[in-house]
């Protein structure tokens, strides 16, 4: 046990980083002007929205990555980020219905931005269900890499549709400036770093896990060619 | 594939009058939505079966063997499943206009235009995931899960292409067209950049 947390030591910056966020996300900022305090679930929205975004660009780098040197490693890095990812698009449209209860007055609306996450959650979904029901490996590392990339047409498509159609979405980011008084964009870029941090300790676990997975099947098969062989 | 997919939408034709009631519902709202349906469920029961052949009869070896470009392969595939889903739209259009009593102004050109755009939509992706689905265990479960999520801007856009145009006045689809133009392009470069990986295994 000692062991582990003397290789991991590096795991619990996160924590530090965590509690500034959530002291800024709810103490060291003002209420919204107009929704009140329910305007602080944008900072575990945004944030688990840009974790997402990331989340998403390593998995299609990685596919591609793995589709030029077919090695096991780009494999694993696009398997573990698609699953965080497709948690984190989980917590934007959890967090995201929840507030649009509150501050439209709808659990759900058909909006651009809306249906664009939704339809990304759901290839993701098949994504990881093309890889649980695939038991050739080399297959399966090539097919998900190539549903990988068809699928990630829609990353930039979600984040432009709020500034390609009328959405109800607020556009923060644009080529003028952050749309953001600094008070709300201190727990909010905050929120940002933590979730990456998150990220990326949940990738090094992930990764590590995904390692020992292949090699007890490696160590199945060569046990099993023993037994064939005897 | 092509007598599948003509029984199945006509088979769709019939459920669909069934399950709608015209005396409680204006059909002409929900005729776009069940049109694209219909040929959507046709289309993946067709295109699924685009490689069902090649795998137990072993053909795909040959095919793969053969000289020439293997985007040959994927671009005929692709061909012979648009022609058959034009076919069968073709076909089954007058007979659902006439069963749901759609008011016809006369837009052929337009309407001609949606179809095979739509056609085109469906039948992209549909070759490259029905090859994906021909070698995997459960490649059936696997085809549907994908091919529904990644047609919906296809449904989107046709269904209200398609209101726009049989709308009496006429309403403006171009905005819907140029996205379906955009998702065919689209979907047609990405699978001709991949499909040359999919046989490296």
């Given at each position: 046990m000692r062991r582990v947390f003397a290789k991991d030591?590096?795991?619990?910056?996160?924590l530090p980083v965590m509690l500034i966020a959530l002291y800024f996300d709810f103490v060291g900022s003002p209420n919204d002007a107009q929704l009140g305090a329910s305007a602080r679930i944008l900072y575990f929205h945004i944030g688990s929205a840009s974790v997402a975004g990331i989340a998403f660009t390593v998995t299609a780098i990685a596919s591609i990555g793995y589709l030029i040197q077919r090695t096991v490693v780009w494999d694993i890095w696009a398997a573990a980020s698609a699953e965080i990812g497709t948690v984190f698009t989980t917590m934007i449209l959890v967090s995201g219905t929840i507030w649009g209860r509150v501050?439209?007055?709808?659990?759900?609306?058909?909006d651009p931005r809306l249906t664009a996450t939704l339809i990304l959650w759901i290839i993701f979904a098949g994504y990881l269900l093309l890889r649980e029901w695939s038991d050739n490996f080399e297959r399966r590392a090539t097919y998900s890499a190539i549903i990988a990339l068809i699928a990630y047409v829609d990353v930039p498509i979600d984040y432009m549709t709020i500034r390609w159609w009328r959405s109800?979405?607020?556009?923060?980011?644009t080529n003028q400036g952050i749309n953001m008084p600094v008070s709300m964009q201190i727990p909010m870029f905050l929120s940002m770093g933590a979730m990456t941090l998150v990220f990326i300790v949940w990738m090094a676990v992930r990764m590590r896990l995904m390692r020992a997975e292949l090699g007890v099947g490696d160590l199945k098969n060569a046990i099993r060619a023993h037994i064939e062989g005897q | 594939m092509w007598v599948t997919m003509m029984a199945f939408v006509i088979m769709i034709v019939f459920m669909f009058a069934f399950a709608v009631d015209a005396g409680q519902v204006r059909l002409s709202l929900v005729f776009p939505g069940i049109l694209w349906m219909a040929f959507l469920f046709a289309g993946m029961i067709g295109i699924s079966r685009t490689y069902a052949h090649e795998v137990p009869e072993d053909t795909l070896t040959g095919l793969i063997l053969?000289?020439?470009?293997?985007m040959a392969i994927f671009l005929a595939k692709l061909t012979t499943a648009f022609l058959f889903m034009m076919g069968m739209e073709l076909i089954a259009t007058p007979i659902f206009f006439a069963l749901f009593n759609e008011p016809w102004n006369g837009a052929w050109g337009s309407l001609l235009l949606v179809l095979a755009l739509g056609a085109l939509g469906i039948v992209e992706l549909g070759t490259l995931l029905s090859a994906i689905s021909a070698n995997l265990k459960s490649g059936e479960m696997i085809f549907t899960m994908l091919m529904f999520p990644f047609e919906i801007p296809v449904l989107i856009t046709t269904v209200e292409g398609t209101h726009a145009i049989l709308s009496q006045p006429a309403g403006n689809p171009w905005l819907w067209l140029h996205g379906l133009m955009a998702y065919d392009a689209i979907f047609l470069a990405l699978p001709l950049l991949l499909y040359d990986y999919l046989w490296e295994v």
């Open positions: 030591w590096w795991i619990w910056t996160v501050a439209w007055g709808a659990w759900w609306t058909w109800i979405h607020p556009v923060i980011f | 053969a000289p020439g470009d293997r």
